[in-house]
């Protein structure tokens, strides 16, 4: 019995950096940018992802605000949600997702182009406590920039 309440217990935490997780996700991958996704975060949270794309981002808040700034030119960009899983051993949630769009909006390296982006993505938080320290993104990013004509 005593095995069966620890485990009762362990869910019901990994419930709240899951709950948190999620809140982030979607308020980064919906363009709230620094100011809708810092609740979530600690202050100095940092950023990696082995992509070209994202070389100089560093911090979660300049990650962000390039998801923000990613709308722009794909204005009906939007997520859809694949897997999402706590390892609350290591204080770790995962997000296995695919962004969708077409990029029909200025801001891109040229005019539009009107082509679409089916981008595979994984999202690795870590948190401190009830807050995200740090996060790694698994992306492929020349993949999606063929797709939408910008490489």
Known sequence: MLALFKI????????????????????????KGWDGCKDYC????????QADALAEVTTLAGYADWMQGL?????????????????QARGTVVAAAVFHGTQTGEGGPGAPTGKTVAADY????????????HMT???NDGHSLKQLGWA
């Not at 030119?73 to 899983?85: L, N, R, S, T, V």
């Open 8 to 31: 009762w217990g362990e869910i019901d935490m990994t419930s709240d950096i899951t709950s948190i997780a999620h809140d982030f996700f979607d308020a980064c991958e919906t363009g």
């Open 42 to 49: 600690q202050d100095n949270a940092t950023f990696s992802c």
């Open 71 to 87: 709308l722009g030119p794909i204005p009906d960009g939007h997520y859809e949600m694949k897997a999402f899983a706590s390892d």
């Open 122 to 133: 994984v999202y690795a938080m870590q948190f401190d406590g009830d807050k995200i320290s």
């Open 137 to 139: 993104k698994v992306w």
